[in-house]
């Protein structure tokens, strides 16, 4: 009598024993398996295979993904949308970005005014945690995380973005099918 | 039609061309043979390449991942870049390694792999590069010799994972060689012949193949082939977890993928083998009537080339197929399989068959029942005989696997069983059962 009781296995467990039938039930699933690959191979995260192509096919990020900072421009005339008001520095928590403003003359109803514009706009990644807080700060809708995931550079300098890359966008290498 | 004749043509070309400058034993005897032993080396050596991107994908497939994919399209280029890989690597000895031993050991394999390739009918005619009338003794003895080149590899390289692989493997030798070697001998009594091209001639007279008789035979010959040729799951020789990469730890390189290319040849000698002796060779039915009646011989040689490697790869899948399902024996249970199940199912199907064989051919003439055709190619049988044949064979089957699940019900879990028992001595009286707690066994 064994220490550990094992239930004793009843005929209908002796017939499949015998005929194999957990081999079998492997054999199948495997077989499904490779059959779904073959028949389903384009579908990603479906029945058939769940790899993806990534330098080659990017995969789509959920809608609320927040990524790479973006100042976005004004459309029809392209010039940037900042009014250099300082309040998506205020409202970050971890204090990565700097807005540089400068005063410029301008002339409005025939009398000399000076007006606040934006200069620079320095925005650390590396200390950024993509909270969106300054994103929902921004009165005009300049200051956007984007859904680009891709932040990956090979200095700690590069992680500081200044105006033009957050006007442009970064170049990123393409890879080639 | 005349196209497909005119594209098989140069065979016959070819032979007018030869005669041209040697005489006919010349060609017959030396050129032909050597022209067909370049193109299975070629086309083994290709296969061996493409093996392993198949096995890959395959694996992939079944993981529902896609396998290589960047090296060409599909990555089909991939087993090209893995062999120049291994080809440009460092061909590194080990400095207390057997040097000689360890330079020699993977041609053992890798000719042991090959030279048996020489006796299997491709195909009829030009498809056999040399009908030897012991072929199947020949198959066995000398891909019994690609297991020495694994002690060898594994005692020369002077490390323990090495030594225990060549150790592991030369037991699984002793264990599994016999069942094969059993297994064969109730085909064997069918086919009345040891030559490979003479056992597929008479499944062609017969128009039947010899699993349909020899259900049993075939499954311990899939067994016990798999584990010959130390695929997963009886990949104790090389068992990653265990021993790091098994009797190839020390080699690298050239030296390694020569391992590698013995280890898929070996694979296709015994599929060839397998599909040679139970499912009817290069025969299938009406490739014969359509070609060959007709006069298109060339065309009926090459249909037939094509029929045995799609049985070829089919048996090949089986490998893969069963490598990703099941998970690799403890070495007791592998044993076990081998001595307690297959070597007695090897001799209870050699039984049976006899008697089988024994009964139908009592039956012939018996109240008019006529069961045996003739007996000049094998034993040809008639419609009668050959139900008879199959529902004794699927008899056998269930004999055989009744018969030895009450032989063996009792040593099932033979370490456990003993273990149990020795736990049991201890401070618990005869008869009794044993309580778990420790704490009132010993009061």
Redesign the interface.
């Known amino acids: 009598m064994p220490l550990v009781k094992v239930p004793k296995p009843k005929f209908i467990d002796k017939v499949k024993r015998f005929f194999l039938s957990d081999l079998l039930k492997g054999l199948g699933l495997t077989l499904k398996y490779n059959i779904g690959a073959l028949t389903d191979r384009d579908s990603v995260a479906g029945k058939g295979i769940y790899t993806e192509q990534y330098p080659k096919v990017r995969p789509e990020v959920a809608p609320r993904f927040h990524g790479a900072p973006r100042l976005n421009m004004d459309p029809e005339t392209h010039e940037t949308l900042c009014i250099a008001c300082n309040l998506c520095a205020l409202a970050c928590p971890e204090d990565c970005i700097d807005v540089l403003a400068m005063d410029v003359e301008i002339v409005v109803a025939g009398k000399p005014r000076r007006k606040k514009v934006l200069d620079e706009f320095i925005f650390d990644t590396s200390r950024c945690m993509f909270c969106a807080l300054c994103q929902e700060a921004c009165p005009t809708s300049c200051l956007e995380l984007t859904q680009d995931f891709e932040l990956a550079t090979y200095s700690r300098a590069g992680f500081v973005w200044n105006r033009e890359m957050l006007e442009q966008g970064r170049e990123t290498v393409k890879y080639l099918s | 039609m005349h196209l497909l004749i005119l594209l098989f043509a140069p065979v016959n070309f070819i032979d007018e061309l030869l005669l041209r400058f040697f005489s006919r034993d010349v060609v017959n005897y030396v050129v032909w043979p050597f022209i067909q032993i370049g193109l299975v080396v070629t086309i083994t050596a290709g296969w061996v390449a493409y093996a392993t991107y198949l096995e890959r994908k395959?694996s992939?497939?079944?993981?529902?991942?896609?396998g290589p994919?960047r090296v060409g399209p599909w990555g089909l280029l991939q087993p090209i870049a893995d062999g120049i890989k291994l080809l440009t690597k460092e061909d590194f000895i080990p400095e207390k390694a057997d040097r000689w031993i360890f330079f020699f050991a993977p041609y053992i394999a890798v000719a042991a792999a090959f030279v048996v390739m020489v006796v299997i009918p491709f195909a009829p005619d030009w498809g056999v590069i040399t009908d030897v009338n012991i072929g199947l003794l020949f198959v066995l003895a000398v891909s019994s010799v690609g297991v020495l080149a694994l002690i060898l590899a594994g005692w020369s390289s002077n490390s323990k994972y090495a030594l225990l692989g060549g150790l592991r493997s030369s037991a699984q030798m002793v264990s599994y060689e016999v069942a094969m070697g059993l297994s064969l001998i109730g085909g064997l009594m069918f086919a009345r012949t040891l030559s490979l091209s003479g056992v597929v001639y008479a499944q062609a007279t017969d128009t039947i193949w010899f699993v349909l008789y020899q259900p049993v035979g075939f499954l311990i010959f899939l067994v016990s082939g798999i584990a010959e040729n130390n695929r997963a799951p009886f990949d104790l020789p090389e068992a990653e977890s265990e021993l790091v990469a098994g009797f190839h730890t020390e080699y690298s390189g050239f030296r390694w993928s020569l391992f590698f290319m013995a280890e898929y040849a070996a694979m296709v000698v015994v599929s060839a083998v397998a599909v040679t002796m139970y499912l009817g060779g290069w025969y299938f039915p009406f490739v014969y009537g359509l070609t060959e009646a007709r006069g298109y011989h060339n065309l009926y040689v090459i249909v037939s080339l094509f029929i045995f490697i799609a049985k070829l790869l089919g048996v090949l899948y089986l490998y893969f197929?069963?490598r990703?399902?099941?998970p690799r024996f403890r070495y007791d249970q592998l044993m076990d399989i081998g001595w307690k199940w297959l070597i007695p199912s090897a001799l209870i199907n050699i039984g049976l068959t006899a008697i089988a064989i024994v009964i139908v051919q009592g039956l012939d003439g018996w109240r008019g029942m006529n069961t045996i055709e003739s007996m000049s190619n094998g034993l040809n049988l008639t419609a009668t005989g050959k139900g008879l044949m199959i529902f004794f064979g699927l008899l056998g089957l269930v004999i055989t696997?009744?018969l030895l699940?009450q032989i063996n019900w009792r040593s099932r879990d033979f370490n456990l069983k003993s273990q149990?028992r020795n736990?049991?001595l201890v401070n618990v009286p005869q008869g009794k059962?044993?309580v778990?707690s420790t704490a009132s066994a010993r009061e």
Do not use: K, N, Y
Not at chain 2, 60 to 66: P, W
């Open positions: 395959i992939a497939f079944m993981q529902a991942r896609l994919m197929w069963l990703w399902t099941l696997g009744l699940s149990r736990i049991r059962p044993a778990a």
